[in-house]
Every structure is written in structure tokens, then in C-alpha cells.
């Protein structure tokens, strides 16, 4: 079964100062060996640019350059796929936003709407809000 990760498990693996800086990065390393696909979304690639290469998130933040080699050396895997919205991907939005969506939900949906219309059911947070949305299995690696 394909699956995919979060921001929050790629920014642990790469953040050697995290409590789960170990379990992340072995998860990291499992998935994009495979034998299954992994997928990682677009919004979630930028969103771990944006957080690890922030000297006000991170203690000791990554240089751009790092960060971009960790995306890259990721995406050359055989095993991984970064597919991005595709037709019809406004209805996938509308099915996993409902008709409000605001804030901090926006990005949520954006991966849950990604997932369904790849077909991609699991994904590896830490953040509860992808409980919400029905046919993703969410799974907290660290608990």
C-alpha cells in the first residue's frame, strides 16, 4: 500500500535536536526504499523548505542549499513520486474542505485532496486535523 508523509516527519528527520529525530529519519529511509510508492505533495516539500531553513522555528535551521539537497536526494529515489493537482483536482479540494475552509485548514485539505486523487489512503503525522477527513488513514509514528 502507497503512502505518504507529513511535513512534520520530514522537519524531524532532518532537525538532529528533535525527540524524534531518530524515529523519523529511520521512517523517512524505510518508505523511500520501498518496495511500495511513496508520494510527496508539493505543498508538503515547500512547507519543510519553509520551516527547516527558518531561523525563528529552528534552533539551528538548515542552509537552503542542505534543504533542497534533502528534497532532491528524496525525489531521485525510484520508490518515490511527487505528483501534483491534476484535472478535475478543484472537485478532490471541494470533497475534502467542505464549504468552509479557512486558516490552517486550507493546507490540510490541499494534501488530503492530493491523496485522494492519487488514490494514496495512509499518511505519516503527527497532526491530528488529517483525522477529519474521511477515507485518510492517519498513522502518528511517534506515539
Not at 529515489?77 to 478535475?88: F, K, L, T
Not at 493546507?107 to 488529517?130: C, E, K, N, S
Request: proline fraction near 7%.
Amino acid at each position: 500500500m502507497s503512502a505518504t508523509l507529513d511535513t512534520n516527519v520530514l522537519v524531524y528527520a532532518s532537525d538532529s535536536r528533535a525527540a524524534d529525530h531518530d524515529s523519523a529519519e529511520a521512517l523517512v529511509r524505510r518508505l523511500a526504499a520501498g518496495p511500495e510508492i511513496l508520494y510527496l505533495f508539493w505543498p508538503v516539500l515547500l512547507g519543510y523548505l519553509r520551516i527547516v531553513t527558518h531561523p525563528a522555528i529552528l534552533t539551528t535551521p538548515l542552509s537552503p542549499g542542505n534543504a533542497m539537497h534533502n528534497v532532491e536526494a528524496l525525489l531521485d529515489r525510484p520508490h518515490v513520486r511527487a505528483p501534483g493537482e491534476a484535472d478535475g483536482f478543484w472537485s478532490f479540494f471541494r470533497g475534502s474542505a467542505g464549504d468552509r475552509p479557512r486558516g490552517n485548514d486550507v493546507p490540510d485539505a490541499h494534501v488530503a485532496a492530493l491523496m485522494r486523487q492519487h488514490g494514496v489512503r495512509l499518511i505519516y503525522t503527527r497532526d491530528r486535523d488529517f483525522r477529519r477527513f474521511n477515507g485518510i488513514d492517519t498513522r502518528d509514528p511517534f506515539s
